[in-house]
């Protein structure tokens, strides 16, 4: 009853007028059209950087997202941004992202940095590969910085691919096989915005798929990739 | 969403994959990221239609980030009919773009495809901050012939896999690994190992192993033998210091060129320093005993028929071999005709020995393709003579005299592999050895009647150029003839209608229409169209420039052709020409056919099938400019 007035579940001490004002516009947004056409609206492609691959204990670094509209990438509807921290993480971590220490204790700052993310995505479902992760991570920092519980619909192409492709799902697991089977160009690994635009490019050979495998809309093509997981696990 | 940028690593990945290719590999860093920055990225899959005419008006441009994509004309089905596979890199559809048309092409992914999108608003904004960018996008003809030229000479060489070339690398012609000697050696050492090993000749070195000279056969001869220099000696003191010396890399042709310049028998090959061997004149004559400068002294000493008309075959040969290394046209012909035009100078002198006409002081004219230097390598004979009217000398007699010695040429020539003309166009026939008033009549006859005959005629006399004797001759005839169709304008709009009539074989779509069995006849149909165009409007212009591409260089500031229209249809000519001599080349290794001016256009690569349809619309452009002209 108060998150219809306010929109965190407990107020953050510090919080801006403009992350305020941020948060409350995204939290007004209408939810995507869970029916319209898989390969047609937007897409948001995200991937994140963190200290470290522990989803519970580790913080998150950076976070990258690039739009996919249409079918197509459009460079310029790409987001970046890197997280400032306390104090930067071990060198073997730095060496796998390559954000260094200066720019995680000089970068943005954490509920900015969040809420501009948030202006960003939108309402639109987003993509990852491995979702969960990039999901639990964002789920933490929303949670610490902008105290409430962010919680919206994932497409993992890790789960989507197999499907598409049938013939590769056994041979094929990490982001790395599929990129090379489909010889898929990798400028710089491990940056956030790098690889969401290697993952982007999954996306768009998925899309025309997306009803060959059982799902027409965009709203079927998620369910399928939650189903698929849940299954799996099972 | 516009005003967004991208992240810096996204624009500076994306600029990467670019560079790769032509010609976002000579723009500036700042342009190549601008363009980068405003990029979409779209996923085609196997067999998908990325454009097609149904897609309307062109609003940006696909450059290929990877895959194949292939082009077809929708109006033909076969095969065959293939317009061209695009691959990584490559931009279409440029032209429909600049024009804002729909294509009138289809363009279909052969395998899954990722294609970059331009939208039209950035792409002109990097057409206008980019000089290389719009040199790319409106120059596509001189672009496509760079890389057909390439084509050319890997067509060519790999035939030739294991025949070596005038452009094949030094590095390909070295016998035998070098064979050295510190500098400190005796010359009797030196001659021991010669004759040893049996070699020509011996590098020698300082202490450091590099090379500081050289010793040869000749050097014993001069330097020791008939010197009487005692045997004992160190080498250093009668070697050749500071030998030449080249990279590996460096193609026969440039090593010829240097040692027939600077007199060098002898060139030290090296890779990176390491000396790796010795490239002697004898090898490199041994390879090709053709050479431009050789052959040209060739034929000028060549004391008969025989020995020239040897010479002459050699002329053809270097041209095929020139085709073969992918030397452009205009300057393949240009030296073809040079050489030529030496055969045809030797073969007067030689008839000049048995006829005394000498005195006479008459100036023998080169026409129709010879005049314009346009020979291809299968030219029949076209010339003239002019003489001057001397007071107190009789015309006739002079004639009598000057037709023995022109039949004696003709003949010459014709023996050197010039045929004779059917249509008889020789200075041996009385009515093309005329005087010099009776040219201007002729001339002036031809202007103010203009019937067909005339006008056949113009076509061929009007590119007259003088070969040997008083060119003097020639300038008047030619001053007299600008003077006199200027004020003709009757003459030149017969001219331009004649000239109309011949149309490029091009069909409503832009496709090219052949003929017979589909083919079509490169000379008839399409040089004679730059040719005729360029005669009418260099004539209109008062331009005596007789090639065909000088004669638009001349005239195109005049009638404000701009540079860039005249350097493209001067390219498109100039390719038309290449193909000329490449089918007349492959006719002479037996393809066998009475036309060697026909082709089949499927029978071209995709690429050149390209140029020639562009080449084909720019002698259609250059036609309807005559025919706007004169109103047609």
Known sequence: MLSSLWPFRRARAGLSEEVTQLVRQWRG??????????ASGRWVVVDVESSGLDAVNDSLIAVGALGVVDGAIDLADSFEVILRQDAPSDTGNIEVHGIGGTEQTEGEDPALALAAFLDFIGKDPLV??????????????????????????????????????????????????????????????HRAIADCLVTAQLLLMVLPNARGIGAATAGELVALSASNRWLSQG | MNERQPPPLLTAATADVLRKHAPFDAMR????????????????????????????????????????????????????????????????????????RATTLRYRALRDTFCYVLDETRFKEVMARSPEFHAFCTRRLAALLATSRRGTREAYSNRAADELTMASPLRNAIRHAPVTLPESASVRQVLELMKSRRIGSIVLTDGGGHPTGIFTQTDVLNRVALAAQPLDRPVAEVMTRGPAT??????????????????FRHVLVTDEDLLIGVISERDLFGLQRLSMQGLRKDIGRAES??????????????????????????????????????????AIELAMQDHDVAGIGFCWMGLGSEGRGEQTLATDQDNAIIFPDREGEDRQATRERLLAFADQVNRTLDACGFPLCKGNIMARNPAWCLSDTEWHERFDDWIRNSDPEALLNASIFFDF????????????????????????????????????????????????????????????????????????????????????????????????????????????????????????????????????????????????????????????????????????
């Open chain 2, 29 to 100: 860093k700042a342009d190549l990221e601008h363009l980068a920055a405003g990029l979409k990225l779209r996923y085609f899959a196997k067999d998908m239609v990325l454009l097609s005419p149904d897609s309307g008006r062109i609003d940006s441009l696909f450059i290929v980030q990877r895959g194949a994509v292939q082009v077809e004309e929708p109006t033909q089905v076969s095969l065959n009919t293939l317009a061209g596979t695009l691959a990584d890199g490559d931009c279409f559809p440029v032209g429909a773009l600049i024009a804002g």
């Open chain 1, 128 to 189: 990852a590969f491995h979702a969960p992760f990039d999901a639990t991570m964002i789920r933490r920092a929303v949670d610490r910085h902008l105290g409430f519980s962010f919680k919206r619909p994932w497409l993992d192409v890790a789960d989507i691919a197999p499907l598409a492709w049938p013939r590769y799902a056994s041979r094929l697991t990490g982001l790395d096989d599929w990129l090379e089977t489909f010889e898929i160009p990798v400028a710089f690994r």
């Open chain 2, 465 to 632: 150029r003088a070969l040997h004797g008083d060119a003097t001759l020639v300038d008047r005839l030619r001053e007299f003839l600008l003077d006199n169709v200027k004020d003709r304008p009757v003459f030149l709009r017969q001219m331009a209608a004649n000239a109309a009539q011949t149309r490029p074989p091009l069909g409503l779509f832009g496709d090219i229409v052949g003929g017979e069995g589909g083919t079509i006849d490169l000379k008839r149909q399409v040089s004679r169209v730059f040719v005729d165009c360029a005669r009418i409007l260099s004539l209109a212009a008062g331009v005596g420039a007789v090639s065909t591409a000088e004669r638009l260089r001349a005239t195109g500031p005049r009638i404000r052709m701009s540079d860039d229209d005249v350097a493209t249809a001067i390219d498109a000519f100039q390719f038309v020409q290449m193909l000329r001599l490449r089918a007349q080349d492959s006719l002479d290794r037996g393809a066998g056919a009475s036309e060697p001016n026909r082709i089949d256009p499927d029978s071209l690569n995709t690429l050149d099938r390209r140029i020639l349809r562009e080449s084909l619309r720019q002698a259609r452009k250059l036609q309807n400019r005559v025919g706007l002209d004169y109103q047609l």
């Open chain 2, 305 to 346: 028929v025989d020995a020239l008309a040897f010479a002459a075959r050699e002329v053809r040969e270097l041209g095929t071999a020139m085709l073969a290394q992918g030397v452009a046209a205009e300057q393949l012909t240009q030296f073809v005709s040079a050489l030529n035009d030496a055969v045809t100078e030797r």
């Open chain 2, 246 to 263: 080249l990279p590996a890399s460096t193609a026969l042709s440039e090593a010829a060129q240097l040692m027939a310049r600077r007199g």
């Open chain 1, 29 to 38: 947004l209408p939810e995507y059209d869970q029916r319209r056409p898989a």
